[in-house]
Nanobody, 126 residues
Framework: QVQVEESGGGLVQAGASLRLSCVAS????????MGWFRQVSGNDREFVAA????????YYGASVKGRFTISRENGKNSVFLQMNSLKPEDTAVYYC???????????????????WGQGTQVTVSS
């Protein structure tokens, strides 16, 4: 079993920055990738960003590309999502997810992940 925990959400004004953190525990050496999704109540979960575990590939959703950056902490099951130039439409609950299998398929889809965190709220005011 893998536990996933996000942190770093909050309330900011449009144009500001936030950095989300995610830590996965419970399966040393068994994490192959991590991703971020977001969801607004009543809508489907939207892909935000993902990174392979050796960081050879990163993926971004079209609405955040150029503003958000995903990175990982070497030697630890941690990833970060640096969010710059935030917009009111970025308001959502942000979820971190991990996958325990390899390959490059489905990184941008929820079915590509095995374990999910509880989410952290990001609110951007105009």
């Amino acid at each position: 079993q893998v536990q996933v925990e996000e942190s770093g959400g909050g309330l900011v004004q449009a144009g500001a920055s936030l950095r989300l953190s995610c830590v996965a525990s419970g399966r040393p050496g068994g994490i192959f990738g991590m991703g971020w999704f977001r969801q607004v109540s009543g809508n489907d979960r939207e892909f935000v960003a993902a990174i392979t575990w050796n960081a050879d590939s990163t993926y971004y959703g079209a609405s955040v590309k150029g503003r958000f950056t995903i990175s990982r902490e070497n030697g630890k099951n941690s990833v970060f999502l640096q969010m710059n130039s935030l917009k009111p439409e970025d308001t959502a609950v942000y979820y971190c997810a991990t996958r325990v299998w390899g390959g490059h398929d489905y990184y941008t889809e929820a079915r590509g992940y095995d374990y999910w965190g509880q989410g952290t709220q990001v609110t951007v005011s105009s």
